[in-house]
């Protein structure tokens, strides 16, 4: 029986401590209050984790370093409470006769719990997972809803569809709750997009369709290229052949061509014979020089005996001339 007692005795201790915990969030103010009744004459406050404290006597803060404040009634109020300000508080009290009285309580700061939120995660058989995602914290509890009525057994973050409950298309939500809080996300159908090659149907169109396009425009800008020069060399092998054709044409007597090609450009001009009279070269020169023959050397006649002289022309002789 003492063994029963004994239990007995520590469970309701651990009760006891429990329910004198004091639970904040993290960001928030926290109050804790004086388990005495009297208001005290002088009070102080120690943070047992860290030996801050902070005092107040005859209605004055002597010392502070818990960035807080004492109330009236000796209460404290701790201001933007962080992790570090979880763990246990010890009180001091002194009343006006000068008996001291101590104690403790504890208070557990939470993290501030955000908005959760699900995704959709598709499998190849029909099957797919509902994955709640939210920062892990301590005493965190999961729980789902179906059409807003919980699923029973479902605590873990991923929750397991089957193909049969794929093909219902109903709606799921995940709910996250600590001491403090609870946040539910938003409601999400549990329709899988269809893939193509590993993406998005229509996103893969979309691609597919642009890739097409930009291909498309590329064959048409190559094309008016080609064409363009096939024309530039279609026209310089026409006029190439005009050119040719009017040389041939030429006629012997130095007649020229037309003064005009095919594409309205002035014709250039047609080489033409020099026929003015040029100089001799010195070949020539030499040739003629060669030809020409030395005159005789004058007789060497002895200058007593000259020459005898023409005899001169009567008229009759003249006129018989000048007769036809």
Known sequence: MSCEYSLLFLFLCGFAVSASTKLCEQGMSCIIKLPAQNIPNEIMWTHLSSG?????????????????????????????????????????????????????????????????????????????????????????????????????????????LTPAQMQESKLYSCHAKNPIREEQSESITSLCARKLFGLDFWITVSILSGGGALLLLLSFVLVICVWRRFIQQKHQRDEDELRLRVFQDETPNGTTRSKHTARGQPAPPIPQEDTSPQPPTQTQTQHKTQIRARPPPPPKDDEEYPPPLPNPRNKQHRKRNEEP
């Not at 004055?60 to 570090?84: F, P």
């Not at 104690?103 to 699900?118: A, F, H, R, S, W």
């Not at 509902?130 to 301590?138: Q, V």
């Open 52 to 160: 801050d404290l902070i005092s107040k006597k005859n209605g004055r803060i002597k010392v502070n370093s818990l960035n807080g404040t004492i109330e009236e009634n000796g209460s404290l109020t701790l201001k933007s409470v962080t992790l570090n300000s979880t763990g246990k508080y010890q009180y001091t009290v002194y009343a006006s006769d000068g008996t001291e009285t101590s104690g403790q309580v504890e208070i557990k700061v939470y993290e501030k719990l955000p908005k959760p939120t699900v995704r959709l995660v598709c499998n190849a058989n029909g099957s797919a997972y509902l994955i709640c995602e939210i920062p892990y914290s301590e005493d965190l509890t999961i729980s789902w809803y179906n059409e807003k009525q919980i699923i029973n057994g479902a605590s873990e973050k991923q929750l397991f």
